[in-house]
């Protein structure tokens, strides 16, 4: 079987999965992996050897960019506190627990090689997070945290990887160095992916209006913003964040209708196979991570993969307590905060849903085979070999548990977008009808305003020429009404995704009264 065969027969299997999970309600994460581990057992079927800088550049950076483009920044803005302390506080804490446990059960692995293990499965992935949880009915404010948090810690992390694996490969390591390396890649990150942001809606406002040469630089734009953060040594994933948080506060005033239709079903589709298939792939590499194992470690590497896994879970469950209450007693004690404190059911479902995913692994296989003088980097099938196992344990045992832990917790999701929509369809209502008052004071258009009330009254259809003047007039009262959803969300009156939602209603309803206008 030919590796392009291959791939058609995993893009079934996602197809497949994803009906059965939609079904079940099983998290499509859990089931890819465990589908990708189906696949790989099969027999006759070739071996998949990845290269990872090529898998990590393919998969993460469209994944989060689109993602990124659907956060709402208010949202993140109420949420950064618990988001940073979850991002940067958990995942140093996450790192240091991981080395200790990994050191105490493999002493012969230097500590460095054991903070690099830390680094690489501390951060929770933002595409297994997003989704195992985009299903589940949870409060806004905690998809909102999971998801920042999840978007935003791989700068964390990934400084401390590089730290650590500078000190593995170099034997040396300077406490400022790092924490200039930690300012001078977050910074950057963000800064590239800002500037480029600007550069390529400064491109489409000014290029001639085409829905397929839009979307492909819509398509390319994550790549624009990541190749050039990684190779000037910044984050390419915060640059890629940034890129697609600037587009998603400019982007709804630059796209057309039939650009913003075209290109959300072109990203999630995209969306759906990729997701699909990095999950998959983490399965399919068990063979070939199993068979790199020196003889008779494969037991005692089981062993070690469930205590770390354990150690990490149990680190974050800990502190996510803390994290969340200490903050708001001291601002109560100096009576700057009276913010209420987070239901403690809130709390442990948020430490049980940090689910580690594709970005670890592809991580893992990157390292590289030799360190400074020749010799082999140390332990470098084990530190992969545990990776693996923890990201299944978390996708699979965390995953699978996510909807009964809802459950038995007892949390229901609120209906705060429910009643943003409400406001945002009334607010908009309003302007379209404010628009066609202002065109009836104009007097040429009074008599067509006139016959379109008494049309919606009557629900009846008039000649063909007064339908196309009609649409006209529907035309300039959508435009109007997009105007002013797109404005309640500038002012924070509601979040994205109501703004998103009837965006689409508004750019359906205007591309088939332009079809009949022609």
């Not at 999971?146 to 791989?154: I, P, T």
Request: charged share 15%.
């Amino acid at each position: 079987m030919s590796a392009i065969t291959l791939i058609l027969l995993l893009f079934a299997v996602v197809a497949g999965l994803r009906f059965f999970a939609d079904r079940t309600g099983i998290p499509l994460p859990s089931l890819l992996v465990l589908g990708g581990l189906g696949v790989a057992l099969t027999p006759g079927l070739p071996h998949l050897v990845l290269d990872p800088d090529t898998v990590f550049l393919i998969f993460i950076p469209p994944l989060l960019f689109w993602s990124s483009i659907r956060t709402s920044l208010r949202d993140l803005r109420r949420n950064l506190r618990a988001i940073t302390l979850l991002a940067v506080a958990l995942v140093i804490a996450t790192i240091g627990v991981v080395a200790r446990t990994t050191h105490a059960l493999l002493p012969d692995l230097p500590w460095a090689v054991c903070f690099v293990l830390g680094a690489i499965v501390s951060p929770p992935d933002a595409v297994a997070v997003i989704a195992s949880t985009r299903r589940l009915r949870l409060p806004r404010d905690m998809l909102v945290i999971l998801e920042g948090e999840s978007l935003v810690n791989d700068a964390a992390a990934l400084v401390a990887y590089q730290i650590a694996l500078a000190a593995v490969v170099s034997g040396t390591f300077s406490i400022p160095r790092a924490g200039a390396e930690l300012l001078f890649t977050g910074a950057g990150g963000i800064a590239i992916g800002l500037a480029t942001g600007w550069c390529v809606g400064w491109l489409r406002m000014h290029m001639t209006r085409s829905s397929l040469v839009e979307n492909t630089i819509s398509l390319l734009s994550p790549f624009i913003a990541f190749i050039p953060a990684n190779a000037l040594g910044c984050s390419g994933v915060l640059a890629v964040v940034a890129m697609g948080l600037f587009f998603g506060r400019k982007g709804p005033r630059l796209l057309t209708p039939q650009t913003r239709l075209q290109g959300t079903a072109m990203w999630e589709m995209l969306t759906f196979l990729l997701e699909g298939l990095i999950f998959i792939l983490i399965g399919l590499q068990l063979p070939e991570v199993v068979r790199a194992l020196e003889p008779g470690t494969f037991g005692k590497l089981i062993g070690v993969s469930l205590a770390v896994a354990a150690a990490m879970i149990v680190t974050r469950m800990v502190l996510v307590f803390p994290g969340a209450y200490l903050p708001r007693w001291f601002h109560r004690w100096a009576r700057s905060d009276k913010s209420p404190y987070p239901p403690w059911r809130h709390l442990l479902f948020t430490g049980w849903a940090g689910i580690r995913g594709g970005d670890s692994l592809i991580i893992a296989l990157a390292l590289p085979f030799a360190v400074s003088g020749g010799s082999g980097f140390p332990g470098r099938n084990a530190i992969i070999f545990i990776t693996f196992v923890v990201i299944l344990v978390t996708l699979v045992i965390q995953g699978f548990t996510l909807s009964p832990l809802i459950r038995v917790l007892g949390i229901v999701g609120d209906d705060v977008e429910d009643q943003e929509l409400a406001k945002a369809r009334s607010a908009s209502a309003n302007a379209g009808a404010r628009a066609l008052d202002r065109l009836e004071a104009e007097g040429g258009a009074a008599r067509l305003v006139a016959e379109l009330r008494r049309m919606s009254m009557l629900g009846s259809a008039g000649p063909d020429g007064a339908t196309s003047s009609l649409a006209q007039l529907r035309l300039h009262m959508i435009a109007a009404e997009r105007n002013a959803v797109i404005t309640m969300r500038d002012r924070n009156e509601i979040g994205d995704s109501v703004m998103q939602k009837l965006l689409i209603e508004f750019d359906h309803e205007e591309l088939i009264l332009s079809r009949q206008d022609n």
